[in-house]
């Protein structure tokens, strides 16, 4: 039985050029950081994402964390930590927000 490449099925579907699924899950998880980021210090979702908790972890390889995560898909992305203050530098956007302000231009 010969293989079938998924870059092959891929462009039978007609999405070749459209992101993974892996990609747009990075791309919202950065998106989120960078929100988070520019938050108060005093914000819940800030002071959660700041936390560290105190007790031990169970045996085994530890699972990864949520900013595990963030740091690998920023690694990937070539993105330094402090641009999270510039949103114009590193825009990741939806499309939407642009695609609101295009309209507003325009009347």
Do not use: F
């Not at 530890?62 to 990937?76: F, H, I, L, Q, S």
């Not at 510039?86 to 295009?102: P, V």
């Amino acid at each position: 039985m010969e293989r079938i490449k998924n870059e092959h099925i891929k462009e039978i579907m007609g999405v070749k050029e459209k992101p993974d699924i892996i990609d747009i899950i990075e791309r919202k998880r950065l998106q989120w950081y960078g929100h988070v980021k520019r938050m108060q210090e005093e914000r819940i979702p800030k002071l959660i994402m700041e936390w560290i908790p105190g007790e031990r972890r169970k045996r085994g390889r530890p699972r990864k964390t949520w900013m595990e995560g963030v740091r690998a898909a920023m690694k990937t992305r070539h993105l330094e930590a402090y641009q999270w203050l510039n949103r114009k530098e590193c825009c990741l956007g939806s499309g939407r927000r642009r695609q609101l302000s295009q309209d507003r231009k325009d009347i």
